[in-house]
Nanobody, 127 residues
Framework: VQLVESGGGLVQAGGSLRLSCHAS????????MGWFRQAPGKEREFVAGISWNGGITDSADSVKGRFTISRGNAKNTVYLQMNSLKPEDTAVYYCAADWSGDTTVEVNSSPASYDFWGQGTQVTVSS
């Protein structure tokens, strides 16, 4: 699976961005998907995740109520809608795919659980 993120950019505090993650090589139908971010000098952290069937979502406390993860109808796209952005949201954002198999419906917040990663897209929020 190859993952490509898009939609990053520079935005003022309080603004919104919508990140997209498009998969090629195979569909994401049996993969849980996650969004992570990494700021300079910090570890990569979980932002939001969604199970393969869309039935379970999870997000970090720091983005709850502001960010929403969703899956596209085409089964190979995942989105992260980011509202009310803050300067502390500035980071490189990565999408990742976690193979779920045929029976597991869950969202993992650990980067080690994910099998495939995109190259990242920069989000910069100015104050």
């Amino acid at each position: 699976v190859q993952l490509v993120e898009s939609g990053g950019g520079l935005v003022q505090a309080g603004g919104s961005l919508r990140l997209s993650c498009h998969a090629s090589g195979r569909t994401l139908s049996r993969y849980a998907m996650g969004w992570f971010r990494q700021a300079p000098g910090k570890e990569r952290e979980f932002v939001a995740g969604i199970s393969w069937n869309g039935g379970i979502t999870d997000s970090a406390d720091s983005v709850k109520g502001r960010f929403t993860i969703s899956r596209g109808n085409a089964k190979n796209t995942v989105y992260l809608q980011m509202n009310s952005l803050k300067p502390e949201d500035t980071a490189v954002y990565y999408c990742a795919a976690d193979w779920s198999g045929d029976t597991t419906v869950e969202v993992n917040s650990s980067p080690a659980s994910y099998d495939f990663w995109g190259q990242g897209t920069q989000v910069t929020v100015s104050s």
